[in-house]
């Protein structure tokens, strides 16, 4: 599958992300997507689309605790090298910059 990527890996026009996109992101990361995946994904793409900008970790926690239960960490278990390093680039974000992701 071609994806245009910048030179760490994030896609170059989030518009382009789809589910193929997401699972080949995941692929090159290492990571098997599951539900709980997905659900932070969606929520991150429902974020921007609204806000026009990724949502701060925070926010993408709460979503998770609320949705699924989930404890605080649980973004950290889904995407083990990060919040930025994996679950932006996996959800199509660019690589957002200067800003906090905890």
């Known amino acids: 599958m071609q994806i245009q990527t910048d030179a760490e890996g994030y ?12 699972k080949e ?4 990361e290492n990571i ?35 949705a699924l239960g989930s404890g605080r960490n649980r973004v950290f278990e889904l995407f083990p090298y990060g919040y930025v390093q994996q679950a932006c680039k996996v959800a199509g974000m660019r690589r957002p910059r200067a800003w906090s992701t905890g």
Do not use: G, I
Not at 11 to 20: C, G, K, M, Q, T
Not at 25 to 28: E, F, I, P, S, V
């Open 25 to 28: 992101l995941a692929k090159r």
């Open 11 to 22: 896609l170059v026009e989030p518009e382009d992300w789809n589910e193929d996109v997401a």
């Open 32 to 66: 098997e997507l599951t539900d709980e995946h997905w659900e932070a994904m969606n929520y991150m793409r429902s974020y921007l689309q609204q806000h026009k900008v990724a949502p701060d970790v925070r926010h993408v926690m709460k979503h998770l605790s609320q």
